[in-house]
Structure formats: structure tokens, C-alpha cells
């Protein structure tokens, strides 16, 4: 993992082995949904590393013990839809008691602004660490209005996960919310004008769907 401000890329062989996958324009769409599951698995190992832990008593077949479980600390998933759904997928295996939320975003394609078409968020998210799962982060409009639904709910832990990420979006981010860390699987060169990812992988909710 490398580390850049606010930014922490992911760059495990494994991840990067699989992101070229997805990046093929030859990768149909049930395994470029397999692929983003399960990348999404391997990103959770490190998105879940501060995780707080305590002590239980446990019997081995040997003896009693005090061991390490996850403490009460909730964690809240909220894939922004549809994309992020995809990498939900992978999140919530490892982590099944999680709470999920929902927040619908579609992007004016003339003026790159993110405007918000449904919002469904647990109570109890202002308690959790809360993790925004969008594969794509482009301009940064989408996931700076959703961190700002996010913190209108209370929430104050916050991280947002992505696949690819342009220079440009993590910069939104930083500017607009410098107490959220980033989680990428790389950085790539810039975004085209039409918005999208350069080189990246093309429109992820199409890839993963099939709607192209
Ligand atoms: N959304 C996508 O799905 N792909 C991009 O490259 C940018 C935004």
C-alpha cells in the first residue's frame, strides 16, 4: 500500500492482477462482476485494518483463553448506486453484520453535477464508520455530495472506497472534505471530457450490468 495525503492505494498483486481484468474491454459482464467482488474482498482486509478489537474468554479444546473479537463498533456500508452495489457485494462477505444505507446519484452528463435521486441511510449511522463504495471515482461531484449526505446524517468516521481514481477526484475530495481518507486500487492519468477515466475501465454500472 502506498500513501499519499489523504489517499491510500491499494497496489497488492492480487488487486492489480484482477483490475487488469476488469479493465479489458473483452471482460464480459459476469466476470467483471466476480472481479469487483472480489477486489472489493481484498480492499476490505486494508478498509477494515483500525478496526477496534477486544478480549473475550474462549475455550479451545485445550484451555481457556482470552481472545480478540470486533468490538461493539458498528460499521456502516453505503454503496452509491448502481456501481457500488457491485462492490457491496464483495464488503459484505466479510463483514455480514454491517449496516447497509443507500444513496442514488446520477450525474447531469452536459455539467458533470451529482444529483441525488433516493436516499436511504440506517439510524445509527452517526455512530459507525461509515464506508461509501463507488468503483469510479471521476470528478469527485458524486462522492463529495455523498459524504455531505452522509455527515447531514451525523456520521463523523468516514472513508470513501473506489476502484480507479482520477487525480481530479481525489483533489475534490481533499478540498471539500480533508477528514475523509481514500481508498483506491490506482490512481490513473486524468479524466477524458466527457468525465470519464483515462485510461479506466469505461462506465462501471454498464460493465457491471451489461447495459452498454
Ligand atoms: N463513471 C464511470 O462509470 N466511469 C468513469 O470513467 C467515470 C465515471
Do not use: W
Request: aromatic share 6%; net charge neutral; with cysteine.
Amino acid at each position: 500500500m502506498s500513501r499519499q495525503g489523504q489517499l491510500k492505494i491499494l497496489n497488492h498483486p492480487l488487486i492489480q492482477h484482477k483490475l487488469t481484468l476488469m479493465r479489458c474491454t473483452d471482460t464480459p459482464s459476469d466476470s467483471f462482476r466476480r472481479l469487483l467482488k472480489e477486489i472489493s474482498i481484498l480492499m476490505s482486509y486494508e478498509v477494515f485494518r483500525d478496526l477496534p478489537l477486544k478480549n473475550i474468554i474462549t475455550n479451545t479444546p485445550i484451555q481457556s483463553m482470552r481472545s480478540p473479537v470486533l468490538s461493539e463498533k458498528t460499521v456502516c456500508l453505503v454503496p452509491i448506486l448502481r456501481a457500488g452495489n457491485g462492490m457491496l457485494d464483495g464488503f459484505i462477505e466479510i463483514i455480514s453484520g454491517a449496516l447497509v444505507g443507500h444513496i442514488g446519484l446520477y450525474r447531469d452528463e452536459e455539467t458533470l453535477k451529482a444529483h441525488d435521486y433516493y436516499i436511504n441511510l440506517p439510524k445509527g449511522i452517526g455512530n459507525a464508520k461509515t464506508i461509501i463504495l463507488d468503483p469510479m471515482l471521476a470528478t469527485g461531484n458524486s462522492a463529495n455530495a455523498a459524504i455531505s449526505i452522509i455527515k447531514k446524517h451525523d456520521a463523523t468516521d468516514i472513508v470513501f472506497t473506489s476502484i480507479l481514481a482520477a487525480p481530479e477526484g481525489v483533489k475534490a475530495i481533499e478540498q471539500r472534505h480533508p477528514d475523509v481518507q481514500i481508498y483506491t486500487c490506482c490512481l490513473d492519468e486524468r479524466l477524458n471530457d466527457s468525465g470519464y477515466i483515462t485510461p479506466g475501465l469505461g462506465d462501471a454500472g454498464d460493465r457491471l450490468y451489461g447495459t452498454i
